[in-house]
């Protein structure tokens, strides 16, 4: 099958479908109209973990708008690829890129051991037929994280920068996508193209991060709310861990630091050091 395949069957255009909060911040993002900093950019599902209230934005699990959209599976997959979640070496060329993110159900709560199957070009546009370059299979964790360690893929004639992967929830069905790269010029000229896949993407040093939350039609109850009782209920006591960001400090999930004058909220247990300040690492700070 030749690239042009790949082409054939598009999912329906952004502009063809209702248009929602999240559809229409996407579509800026990918102007370039907004820059992709924590606190500015598109919200991840995370955001709202555990707070009751669904996110406000992309990506979302309930405001008019379905879980991660399908798109097209392209001439290119194959099954059977390693285990693994880095695609690269220390030889490897390209520019660095590290995918991380969640897999959440419907009411927004993580799911663990759910299978990600990554594949992608090189650095050159061309994909491995023939081997499993750039091709690997990983499960979430406990806490419904994954990470991928690769490189921004290349250019191809007709496509636009994309990354495919195939994402299933335990005993649910498979859900076959794809993930973009804000700012490309063929994003505007790709007719697979869909905003709503976006990722959050920054320069570290010389690689690139990017980070994306899947959402999957997997039916969960919800995490119980307070009850009303007719009186207003007490703040909660600060946290062990609370006060100002310090490096060297184990914080635990749920822990309230401040740090450059903003409040954040603990996502994942760690102990803190120089360079993963608060806004630097929305793996594991919300800002409040």
């Not at 979430?140 to 994309?162: C, D, E, K, M, W």
């Not at 009186?231 to 184990?250: D, E, K, Q």
Request: proline residues 11%.
């Amino acid at each position: 099958m030749s690239e042009q395949d790949e082409l054939q069957t598009p999912e329906p255009r952004p502009h063809e479908r209702l248009l929602s909060r999240k559809t229409l911040l996407k579509a800026v993002a990918a102007a370039g109209a907004a820059p992709l900093l924590l606190g500015a950019g598109t919200a991840l599902a995370r955001d709202r973990r555990g707070t009751g209230l669904a996110p406000e934005l992309t990506p979302d699990c309930d405001d008019g708008d379905h879980p991660t959209v399908p798109q097209t599976e392209g001439p290119y997959f194959k099954p059977n690829s390693p285990l693994r979640t880095s695609l690269v070496t220390a030889s490897t060329p390209g520019t660095r890129l590290t995918v991380s993110g969640y897999v959440f159900g419907s009411a927004c709560l993580p799911i663990a051991n759910v299978l990600l199957d990554f594949w992608q070009a090189d650095t050159n546009g061309a994909y491995d037929n023939t081997g499993f370059a750039f091709r690997g299979h990983q499960f979430t964790n406990a806490q419904g994280a994954f990470s991928l360690s690769t490189i921004v893929p290349g250019l191809y004639p007709g496509r636009t920068r994309h990354i495919h992967v195939k994402v299933q929830a335990p005993n649910r069905p498979v859900l076959t996508t794809q993930l973009y790269f804000p700012g490309e010029p063929r994003n505007s000229t790709d007719t697979i193209f869909d905003a709503r896949l976006l990722m959050n993407v920054r320069q570290i040093g010389s690689g690139k991060e990017g980070t994306f939350d899947f959402v999957l039609n997997v039916p969960q109850t919800p995490n119980p709310s307070p009850s009303p009782t007719g009186t207003t209920s007490p703040s909660p006591s600060p946290t062990p861990g609370g006060g100002s960001w310090t490096p060297g400090t184990n914080y635990r999930a749920g822990d309230r630091v401040t740090y450059g004058g903003a409040s954040y909220q603990c996502l994942q247990a760690h102990t803190a050091m120089v360079g993963w300040e608060p806004p630097n690492v929305p793996a594991l700070w919300r800002r409040l």
